[in-house]
């Protein structure tokens, strides 16, 4: 297990020996990881802006990979990863609960049956009131930069001063996040594609507003 904060480190190993009755090697930082632990596959849930650098990581070490979504935040960064992949053998998934949960599967079975005839348009909706979403005061509070690598979280991103906010509450701030459209949005596009089994949908438009300051819209047509 792999993390630049010292306290999720210290939580994997106690979480793996309360539940599971096991020890585990922990490392700093992916380098140390792969240099040291060699693993054959890895899971990447990191923030949300990192998970392109750390696919081309993975794949340059050897390793498969599950990655969270979203896959990227700019194309710079997903074209990038897309020519890592693409170079070697490895195996690469985008994964998404919305993909993957077992209500999901059952619908795309019942419209796979043609019950419903053919797909044309799907219109969804989904509301939600959290005015702390994303928020995390009480870690911010007991976060110093000792406690991490902040050079390594910022990865290709500009080098800013240490701010705990922006390390525990990144998806508030761009540019390591851009918020709903990489997390609301992509659930329901992955949901509105993945049960009808389409691919790209020939259009698509999604408007969010949200009370936790962040709003977005975006339209496009492939």
């Not at 060699?38 to 990447?44: K, L, M, S």
């Not at 340059?60 to 997903?78: L, N, S």
């Not at 690469?92 to 053919?118: D, H, N």
């Not at 990865?155 to 525990?168: A, G, M, Q, T």
Request: charged fraction near 25%; proline fraction near 6%; hydrophobic fraction near 35%.
């Amino acid at each position: 297990m792999s993390d630049i904060w010292n306290r999720r480190r210290d939580e994997a190993q106690a979480w793996f020996r309360r539940g599971l009755n096991s020890e585990i090697t922990t490392y700093r930082n992916n380098e140390e990881l792969y240099e040291k632990g060699r693993p054959d596959a890895v899971i990447i849930s990191t923030a949300d802006f990192q998970h392109a650098r750390h696919t081309i990581e993975a794949v340059e070490a050897g390793a498969d990979a599950y990655v969270e979504k979203p896959f990227a935040e700019t194309m710079q960064d997903a074209r990038e990863a897309l020519r890592a992949v693409r170079a070697r053998d490895c195996i690469v998934q985008i994964g998404s609960q919305r993909r993957s949960g077992a209500t999901y599967l059952a619908a795309k079975r019942y419209l796979e049956s043609g019950k419903f005839g053919p797909i044309v348009m799907c219109e969804m909706s989904w509301n939600v009131n959290q005015p702390g979403r994303w928020r995390r005061p009480a870690l911010v509070a007991g976060l110093s930069e000792s406690d991490v690598d902040w050079r390594r979280f910022l990865i290709n991103r500009p080098l800013v001063p240490w701010d705990p906010r922006k390390y525990v509450e990144y998806r508030l701030f761009w540019p390591y996040s851009s918020a709903y459209p990489a997390s609301g949005c992509v659930i329901r596009s992955t949901r509105s594609t993945g049960s009808p089994g389409c691919r790209i949908p020939a259009a698509s438009a999604q408007t969010v507003g949200s009370t936790s300051g962040r709003t977005a819209a975006r339209t496009s047509t492939p």
